[in-house]
């Protein structure tokens, strides 16, 4: 019911929980207000990302993989369809294969003097820490892949990812006898064909076994080729938010968990389309992000869908289709995929790694079609 003067919406309301309910059921009825409504909006906007079809990008900042999300959450949501475009951290990816190797990660005290974990080799995020040997051993696995003739060329971050992915899936073969068991997001994104964007590679720990490769490439020990095609990559990303709004689903929706590097390179494919290329595109349609930011510090990780859409971002409809949840992603997360996975629901696979050479085809000739007028952008003044 919506008061006559259509100053109030529906009425604030609950009933008593039995613990007998289905998720979706929890937070239709308990989640009635304050963040909690934003908690009960997100996954209603979620909802209609799925019910509609949308091609789905997920973007997640920080180190989440050690706090193991990425097998409670990410994983089900690549394995059942949910997500078509994965956009994270190297902390996350790098972190992500502790695990599949044999390496153990542990709760532990985050107000205990930080001195004595340095004195004993502990390494510690915020409340989970695991033994220093687990980063070198870690990086004598991704030291090896990389001086592999594989990566002995240019290639962009999906490509080295699902290089990756696939590499690791065959450690994950012998140790567990079937590679899709395994909860590496890297050996599932590459078994599902889901592209691994990461915006910035040299902020991360896989990169720095790079740098140490080609500096001893260049004191003169083994050849070393391997680099990241940078403005390939962009392009690509743009190449398939076009594909996916041209040719594909027609809807695009991203689901942003944290905020950073992740966030920001998720939503740049529009403005790359648009302001740099002139092609025509409107943007995300869906958009729920999940991050504990203030919203008026002018950070990127704050920034709604709303002051998106005035860099061209986000649709005009997304705006209105969109919700910030205040909140940490870890408390509110697991309970959206519960919800999804619980209720049936389920989604296109895209496969978008095996689209991208369509997807680059298809804006190729629509950039074409603007030559003459971004030859003029690059006269000055």
Known sequence: ???????????????????????????????????????????????????????????MSGAMTPADLGTSCVIPLIKSGFVDVF??????????????????????????????????????????GFDESVLFDTDKLFSHLLSQP????SMTTPEFHYLLGLDLARIAEQKLGDASKSNSILVQAALNKVPVFCGAPQDGSIFL??????????????????????????????????????????????????????????LQPEPMLSQILFVETDGYDYDVQICDANVDNGALSSCTAGEGHTWGKTSAECVVNSQYVHAD?????????????????RKTPRRFMEKKAEAVSLLDAAVKKKLPALKKTVEFP
């Open 1 to 59: 019911m919506v008061s006559k003067n259509g100053l109030m919406g529906s009425k604030v309301a609950t009933a008593p929980i039995t613990g007998k309910e289905k998720t979706k059921e929890l937070i239709e009825n308990a989640f009635p207000a304050f963040v909690g409504r934003q908690v009960r909006n997100g996954y209603r906007v979620i909802e209609r990302m799925v019910e509609e079809d949308c091609a789905v990008v997920m973007a």
């Open 150 to 153: 594989p990566y002995q060329e």
């Open 87 to 128: 956009v994270t951290t190297g902390a996350n990816l790098y972190h992500d294969v502790h695990r599949l190797i044999g390496k153990e990660l542990f709760s532990v005290d985050p107000v205990y003097d930080d001195r004595e974990y340095r004195g004993q080799g502990v390494i510690r995020i915020y409340d989970v």
């Open 329 to 345: 992603a870890t408390a509110v997360l697991p309970f959206y995929v519960h919800g999804l996975l619980q209720s049936g629901l």
């Open 209 to 266: 076994n790079a740098v140490k490769l080609a500096r001893m490439a260049a004191l003169g020990e083994k050849e070393f080729r391997f680099s990241l095609d940078l403005a390939r990559d962009v392009y690509e990303f743009s190449a398939l938010h076009y594909y996916a709004k041209n040719h594909a689903t027609k809807k695009l929706a991203v689901i942003i968990v944290g905020g950073g590097v992740p966030k920001n390179y998720s």
